[in-house]
């Protein structure tokens, strides 16, 4: 599936959109991929005009306005949100993506999102997904993941792009990242219940990660995709607890992960 070069990708983004600049830069590679568009779910994000300066088309379609338009609560009417999103597919079809990138999108994607783009949306998740409960479930979903994973005495992270299913998180990874060792200072602030400490120390290793493995990870995932080595809807067919994805090392350069 996808084996044909370049591979379309719209991108699907909230405030931020880690690592999407240095796809459109340090990363470009057209023979290989394509950025056709830029969806924010907010007003605009982060990089707007640097983005807009590289030729790809940016649209602001803020979730906030569209639920306030119909005096609705954006974390509990879920029929607007269904709403909300067959918007978003079709601002999606109108540049006819192969793959769906959510990147820094901070909300679930509906069944809708999914049907109409099926095996073909994949997100940036800042969790190492190989990390699973003995039901199945990532071990660290969610935009706390990176604290979860450090308050749990974890000695390192990583990010991990992976399909997207209806599960939170949940679906098969497709590429990892390097690990990024946590410092011990992490360990001293649990034990002297310095919260404060903790939550600074948090936030840097997050951003070390957004901003040292986001492009790279990145551009190995659609790589492996437009190079055929990922088929997406054999990979979507897998239990993803089962999935051994491949990892980026600090180089940029691709190679297999081991079980752990």
């Not at 071990?139 to 991990?160: E, H, K, L």
């Not at 067919?237 to 089962?242: D, E, G």
């Not at 600090?250 to 297999?256: E, M």
Request: glycine share 6%.
């Amino acid at each position: 599936m996808l084996t044909w070069k370049p591979i379309r990708v719209a991108v699907l983004c909230s405030h931020r959109a880690p690592g999407l600049l240095d796809l459109l830069d340090r990363f470009a590679d057209p023979q290989a991929y394509e950025i056709v568009t830029v969806i924010t779910s907010e007003l605009a994000v982060e990089g707007q005009a640097r983005i807009a300066a590289r030729g790809v088309p940016t649209r602001a379609h803020a979730i906030h306005e569209f639920y306030r338009r119909r005096a609705a609560n954006v974390y509990r009417d879920f029929a607007t949100r269904v709403a909300f999103d067959r918007e978003t597919v079709g601002l999606l079809v109108r540049h006819s993506p192969d793959i769906v990138l959510l990147d820094g999108y901070l909300y679930l994607a509906t069944r809708d999102l999914l049907d109409a783009f099926p095996g073909r949306v994949l997100n940036l998740h800042f969790s190492d997904l190989t990390l699973r409960r003995p039901d199945g479930r990532p071990r660290y979903p969610g935009i706390r993941a990176v604290g979860d994973a450090i308050r749990d005495g974890q000695a390192s992270t990583r990010a991990t792009v992976h399909l997207v299913d209806t599960q939170p998180d949940g679906g098969p990874p497709l590429v990892a990242s390097w690990p990024f060792p946590v410092a011990p200072l992490a360990a001293d602030a649990l034990s002297l219940g310095a919260r404060e400490m903790l939550n600074a120390y948090v936030f840097a290793h997050q951003e070390w990660m957004i901003r040292t493995a986001s492009g790279a990870l990145l551009a190995s995932a659609l790589h492996l995709v437009a190079d055929g080595l990922v088929d997406l809807r054999a990979l979507a067919a897998r239990p993803a607890a089962s999935v051994v994805p491949w990892t980026v090392d600090t180089d940029g350069r691709i190679t297999h992960r081991h079980a752990a």
